[in-house]
T-cell receptor
């Protein structure tokens, strides 16, 4: 099976802009989670989607949002970008209660 | 609240020697515990997990971990380290308060294996 894919792999934006990141889970996986990785804060949970519904949410401002489509593909959106949003954004998919499988990430740089 | 501690920022070991990367956790209820590894400019790669059953868990690439409920620990071990094991290792936990779908990660431990 193909692994989790994320697009784009690299992105450069300026403050105030918005960005949309995409994630395609492993075939058959209905759960998709998003994490932010920064040198200062480490790996932090953003949210999880299952069958197009947000099932859990981390402690991030409302500028961070996501959605999941009927084919389980997911997008996350960050509006009004801030310098501190520069990070590696990781998507993970899983089957039921099994381990999460991570994609390669999207590295976002905000200038 | 759920939390994970990895007390060592870096572990140095000589190739061929055994290695241990430490992890302790705090969670209400029965924990699900995981180890992941991250190579430079890559995502996280799953190594092993403890859900229930035998306290000694064997995973990928010769790694294993022992679940110790009384000490709330889940240390990662390998009998003989390879230079190619050098990477960033993350311990993670999830539990009932997070619906078993929210991973809480430790800060990570950088493993350096020297020839």
């Amino acid at each position: 099976k193909a692994g989790v894919t994320q697009t784009p792999r690299y992105l450069i934006k300026t403050r105030g802009q918005q960005v949309t990141l995409s994630c395609s889970p492993i075939s058959g996986h209905r759960s998709v989670s998003w994490y932010q990785q920064t040198p200062g804060q480490g790996l932090q949970f953003l949210f999880e989607y299952f069958s197009e519904t947000q099932r859990n949410k981390g402690n991030f401002p409302g500028r961070f949002s996501g959605r999941q489509f009927s084919n389980s593909r997911s997008e996350m959106n960050v509006s009004t970008l801030e310098l501190g949003d520069s990070a590696l954004y990781l998507c993970a998919s899983r089957l039921d209660s099994d381990e999460q499988f991570f994609g390669p990430g999207t590295r976002l740089t905000v200038l | 609240a759920q939390s994970v501690a990895q007390p060592e920022d870096q572990v140095n070991v000589a190739e061929g020697n055994p290695l241990t990367v430490k992890c302790t956790y705090s969670v209400s209820g029965n924990p699900y515990l995981f180890w992941y590894v991250q190579y430079p400019n890559r995502g996280l790669q799953f190594l092993l997990k403890y859900i229930t059953g035998d306290n000694l868990v064997k995973g990928s690439y010769g790694f294993e971990a022992e679940f110790n409920k009384s000490q709330t620990s889940f240390h990662l071990k390998k009998p003989s380290a390879l230079v190619s094991d050098s990477a960033l290792y993350f311990c993670a936990v999830t539990g009932p308060s997070g619906g078993y779908n929210k991973l809480i990660f430790g800060a990570g431990t950088r493993l350096a294996v020297h020839p």
